[in-house]
C-alpha cells in the first residue's frame, strides 16, 4: 500500500534532476580519467600513436610482458600493498575505536596531527628515515645505535609506507563509527556482551563498507606508490612493477609504450581489489535509521583515558614527531658531511629560502592556490560522483565506480603522459595544456578517489529511507539534496577535502612532467634543490610546506568544529 | 567561498605565460641555475623570451615522446650524450654548425649536435671516513674498501652507463673483471647520482665510484667533507649534448640560442657551474681539458649495444 502512494506520487513528478546529475558526473569523469586512461590503453597497443600512426601494433605488449623479471616484481608488489594495507588496519582501527570515545575537543587535536603523515611527501619521508637510522645516521650520532638492517627490508619499507598510510583507514573508520554511535553498543552491553563481542559483531560489520573502501585505498596507494620503493628498496634488490614502470621513463632509450604495458598490469590489479571491495561492501552494506552525528563522549575512568592518551602519543611519536624531527634537522644543517653538531646547524637553509629571487613563495603560493583548487573541484565532483553511485540504481555507476578508483591505480608519471597525449592534441580549440591550469587537472584527477571513496561510503550510511521520508513530504530533489543529504554529508566532505589539499600541496611525479615552462610547484622546487645537492634546502622547503599547510589545516578543523550541526 | 574560487581560476589563467610569436621552447637537463642563467643572458641580449622546462634526462625525453602529435620543444639540452645519438639516428635533429664551435673538440660535436660543456666521472671520497686516497679505479676493489663504495646506477644516469661503456671499451676483460671486484666489496648501486653520493656525504659509506665530478665540486665549495680524484688510468667524458629539433618552429631563433650557448658569455656561465666548458680557450673553474686522461672511445657503437652493457653490469652487480 505504502510502496503503491510511493510510487504514484513519482509517476506524477518527474524527476528529471537525478539522471541529469548521472550524466554530468560521467561526462565530468570521462573528461577528467577517461581519456588519460584511454590515451595510455591505446599507447599500450600502438606505440606510435603519439605521432597519429596505428603503425606496429601489440609490439610493445610481448617483449614487456616477456621480462623474466616482471613476475617476481608483480609479487612483490602484491606482497608489498597487502602488508601495507594489513598493517595500517592494525594501527588505524584501535585508534579510530579510541577517537570515538574521547571529547570531541581533544579528538580534533588528534585528527589534526594525524593528518600530517599526508603532508609529508613519501620520498621525503623515507629519506628522513633513512638519515635517522642508517649507519652514522642521527639516531647513531645521538644514541649510539642503527637501524639499517631493518630500514633496508621488507619489513622497513612496510612500516614507513604504513605509518604515511594509516590514516586514511583511521579517518574513514573513525567517520563511520561516529554515525554509528554508542547505543548499539550500549545496548549490547546491557545483555552482558563483552567488548571484544560488541566490536567484532556488532560495530565492524556496521563500519565494514567505509573500513573496506579505505583498505582498497591504501591497498592501490601502496602498488602506486614510487618513491619509497625507488630509495628504500633498491639498497637490497627489491623491486616493484612501479619502479620498472619509471625505469622505462627514465632509461634510455625511454620506452612509453612498455611503461603503458606495464601500466596496464597494475590496472588488473586495481580492477580485481575493487571487486573484491564491492563483494565485501555488498554482503555488508549497513543502513543506519537513526544516524547521531554528534555521540556524547562516554565517561571513562581515568585509566582508560591515561591508556588512550599513551596510544595516540607512540603512534603519533613514530608516524609525525621522528619523520618532523628528522626533516628539521635536515634542514637545519649547513652541510650533510658535518653531522648533528652545534656548530653545524643553523637556520640559514630556511632563511635562504626567501632571500634573492622570491621563487621559493612563488612555488608555494602556486601550489597552496592548486590544492586548494583542487580540494574544492574534487569534493564537489565526488558528491554528485557519489550521489549516482549510491543513490541511482544505473547500471552505468559501477563503470562510473571503478573509472573513479582507477587514476590511483596508475602511476603519476604514466598519468602526466596520458594527459600530454590527451590534450596536446592541434584538434582541440582551447587546451589547458601549457598553462597552470593543466595542473589542476593532474590533481584532480590524481585525487578523486580520496573524495569519491570517502562519501560513497558515508553515503551508503544513509538510509534511503530518509530520501524516501522528504519526498513524500513533498520535498524536491534539490531539497533532499542540500537540506538533508549535503549537511549530513558535510563533515566527511571536509575532512575529504582537506586530505585531497594535504596531498595535492605535496604532488611530486606528475608536477615535474606537466609544470609549463616557467612554473614551479613545491615538489619541483624541492626536486630541483635536490637535483644540486642542496639536500638542506629541499629539506627546508618541505619543512616550510608541511607547516604552512598543516596550520591551513588546523584552521579548517576549526571551521570543521562550527560546521558540525 | 565562490568569489575566492574565481578569483582564484582568473589569476592562473592570468599566471600562465603568453605566448608571444618570438619566444623558444627549451627543455633541458639541470642544474638549474645553468639554464636560468642562460635563459635571462639570452633574453636580455636578444629579446627573444624562453620558455625554460627543467627536468632530468629522461623526463625531458619522456616529455617530448609524448608531445610527438604537436611537438613544442625547440631546443633539448640533455645530461646524457645517448639521447642526442638516438634522436639523430632517427633522424629527428635540425643540422646546425654554429661558428662558435670552433674551439671545441671533435669529438664533441657532430653535423647536429654539439656539447654544451661535459663532466667528467671520477671517484669521490670522504676524507673524514678515514679511508686512504683511492689513485686508480681498481683501488675500490681491494678489502679496504669493503661496504664502503656506493655507484650510481648505469641504468639510471646515462654518465655512470658513459663510464661503464668507456671502461668496457678500454679493456673489456679488466673491466668487468673490476666490476666483479666491486661487487665482492659490497658496492651499493642505490639509483641516480644524487643517491649514490648522499650516503658518502652522510658518513654512511666512503667512497662514489663514478661521481659526476662538477657535482662533487659544487658540493666541496659548499663546504661538505669531500675530495674529487681523477684515477690515473683515465676517465671518461660525459658530454651535454645541445640539439635543435626538426619541428622547431622557430629555427632562427633556435640557432642564435645555440650560439650564444657557445659564446665566451655562454661558456663562462657553463664554467661557473663547475662544468667543464665545450670550448677549449675558455678557462674552467675546475681541472680543465689539459689536466684529465680522457679514455676515447666510439660513443655511438656503444650506444647500439647499451642494452647489453647494461644487463651485463646488472647481472654482475645485483647478483
Known sequence: MFELVLSQWQTQRSRWLAPALLWLAIALLVVIVGLPVLAILLYALFPHINEWSLAEPFSALLPTLADKQLLSATVNSLRLSAAITLLSCLLALPLACQRNRMSDRSGRWWDALLMVPFLIPPYIGSMAWMQLLQVKGFSEQLLGFNLAPYLYSFPGIVSVMALHLFPMIYFAASNALRVVGHRYGDVARVFGARPWQIFSRIYLPLVLPSLVSSCLIVFILSIEEFGTPEILGNRFGFHVIVTAIHDKFSDWPIDLPGASVLSLILIVIALAAYLLQRYISERFSANLDQQVINPPPLRRSLLARTLTQLLFIVVAVLAVVLPLLSISLSALMNTLSGGLHWNNLSLQPLLRLFDGDGDAWAAISTSLSLALMAACCTVLIALLVAFAVVRLRARATVLLDFLSILPNAIPGMAIAVGLILTWNQRFWPLTPYNTSLILLLAYVCLMLPYPIRMLSAALRQLPRSLDDAAYISGASELTVIFRILAPLLAPVALAAGFIVFAISTRELVSSIMLAPPGVETVATYVFHQFDQGSINAGMAMSLVTILVSGSIIVCGQRLQGRVRP | ?319
Open chain 2, 1 to 319: 567561498m565562490k568569489k575566492l574560487f574565481a578569483a582564484l581560476t582568473v589569476g592562473m589563467v592570468l599566471a600562465t605565460p603568453a605566448f608571444a610569436t618570438d619566444h623558444l621552447v627549451v627543455y633541458s637537463a639541470g642544474p638549474k641555475p645553468l639554464s636560468s642563467g642562460l635563459a635571462k643572458a639570452f633574453e636580455a641580449k636578444t629579446g627573444i623570451k624562453v620558455d625554460m622546462f627543467e627536468a632530468t634526462a629522461g623526463k625531458i625525453m619522456a616529455r617530448y615522446e609524448a608531445e610527438k602529435a604537436n611537438p613544442q620543444v625547440d631546443v633539448i639540452i640533455s645530461a646524457a650524450w645517448a639521447d642526442a645519438i638516438s634522436l639523430d639516428q632517427a633522424g629527428e635533429l635540425l643540422p646546425y654548425h654554429s661558428a662558435n664551435a670552433a674551439s671545441v673538440p671533435a669529438a664533441l660535436q657532430t653535423p647536429n649536435y654539439v656539447a654544451q660543456g661535459a663532466a667528467a666521472l671520477a671517484i669521490a671520497y670522504n676524507p673524514q671516513s678515514g679511508l686512504p686516497a683511492p689513485t686508480r679505479w681498481s683501488d675500490l676493489t681491494q678489502p679496504t674498501y669493503k661496504d664502503q663504495v656506493t655507484m650510481p646506477d648505469p641504468a639510471k644516469s646515462g654518465s655512470s652507463l658513459t663510464l661503464v661503456q668507456g671502461l668496457v671499451a678500454k679493456d673489456e676483460t679488466a673491466a668487468w673483471k673490476l666490476f666483479e671486484g666491486l661487487a665482492a666489496n659490497q658496492t651499493l648501486v642505490p639509483g641516480p647520482n644524487n643517491a649514490a653520493m648522499n650516503p658518502v656525504l652522510q658518513g654512511a659509506k666512503g667512497v662514489v665510484f663514478g661521481a659526476v665530478d662538477y657535482l662533487v665540486i659544487g658540493a666541496k665549495a659548499k663546504g661538505e667533507s669531500i675530495e674529487v680524484v681523477y684515477p690515473k688510468d683515465g676517465t671518461v667524458l660525459a658530454p651535454r649534448p645541445m640539439m635543435i629539433i626538426k619541428t622547431s618552429q622557430h629555427q632562427d631563433a633556435a640557432k642564435q640560442f645555440i650560439d650564444f650557448a657557445l659564446s665566451e658569455e655562454g661558456q663562462k656561465l657553463v664554467a661557473d657551474e663547475f662544468i667543464l666548458p665545450a670550448r677549449t680557450d675558455i678557462q674552467a673553474k675546475r681541472p680543465g681539458w689539459n689536466d684529465l686522461s680522457i679514455i676515447d672511445f666510439n660513443e655511438a657503437a656503444a650506444a647500439a649495444s647499451a642494452a647489453a652493457t647494461k644487463a651485463k653490469f646488472a647481472a654482475i652487480m645485483m647478483k
